[in-house]
């Protein structure tokens, strides 16, 4: 049977298996929560590479057909890695910058992504092809994965965080939000509280499922139609069942149709 693998730090990448069930609900999908280590943004590079590469093996052992590395940090940091050492089709996941760039009108963009991924190579080289009367203002993240993590999504601390965050961009009229890290979907509503409507908020999520889908139909992998419904493993390297709960109150699909199963690995 087809599977999918959907790796990230922790509970982001739920927001690219959100988007994969809608458009691709045939597939199996493993969805891989390295939340022990979480969050990878304000580690070293060498750390987020080595333990990147060592998930995917885990996972392209575990029978996954094609890998989404549904973690800006992990991509900037070691997709060309896991690409080179793995023969399956690896999707990765890029702040969208370039897409963000082409949709302002007052050339004023703000970023908000984790540190390690605005300071990595990736990006910064991705920031040089784009068109220099285009003002992109960087703000790291610092504290909102934690939250995200510990299930403290709409609190007064998550607020007060994300005010301070989008002061800068605010104050210096940018139009369009770019969500760099796969967390951040699930802050939209209170972005939208704090920056308005006016401003255009990017996330890629669908545009990376979109990718999967070329990718899985160039290589010929197919879910064959079946009698049972789809299987979602469930791993964290936490707690499984935390894992479960999180994607029972993030997810928008519809869970009841599919077979779960949790696990918590350990992958030393
Ligand atoms: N969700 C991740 C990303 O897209 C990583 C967040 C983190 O662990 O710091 O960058």
């Not at 610092?142 to 965050?165: C, F, K, S, W, Y």
């Not at 069942?241 to 690995?265: G, P, Y």
């Amino acid at each position: 049977m087809a599977s999918i693998g959907v790796f990230d730090s922790g509970v982001g990448g739920l927001s690219i298996l959100d988007e994969a069930l809608q458009q691709l609900p045939s597939y199996d999908y493993i969805y891989f929560a390295d939340s022990a280590n979480a969050p990878y943004g304000e580690k070293s590079a060498q750390w987020i590479a080595t333990r990147s590469l060592q998930i995917c093996n885990y996972l392209s052992e575990a029978g996954c057909d094609a890998i989404v590395v549904a973690c800006n940090t992990a991509t900037a940091e070691a997709i060309a890695a896991i690409r080179s050492e793995l023969n399956i089709p690896i999707i990765g996941v890029e702040p969208g910058i370039k897409p963000a760039a082409m949709q302002t009108q007052n050339r004023v963009v703000g970023v908000l992504a984790t540190e390690a991924t605005l300071k990595s190579d990736k990006f910064n080289a991705l920031l040089a092809t784009l068109p220099e009367d285009c003002q992109f203002i960087k703000q790291a993240g610092a504290g909102l994965v934690p939250l995200i993590e510990a299930g403290q999504i709409d609190t007064p601390e998550m607020h007060a965080l994300l005010r301070n965050h989008l002061r800068p961009m605010q104050e210096q009229g940018a139009d369009t939000l770019v969500l760099g890290c796969t967390h951040y979907p699930f802050l939209k509503k209170i972005i939208r509280g704090i920056v308005g409507d006016s401003i255009t908020l990017i996330d890629t999520s669908d545009a990376v499922v979109r990718q999967l889908a070329r990718q899985l139909n160039q290589r010929e992998i197919v879910a064959p139609l079946k009698e049972h419904p789809s299987t979602l493993r469930l791993l964290s390297t936490a707690n499984a069942d935390t894992l479960q709960a999180m994607a029972k109150r993030l997810l928008h699909s519809d869970l009841s149709k599919l077979r779960i199963e949790t696990k918590t690995v350990q992958t030393e």
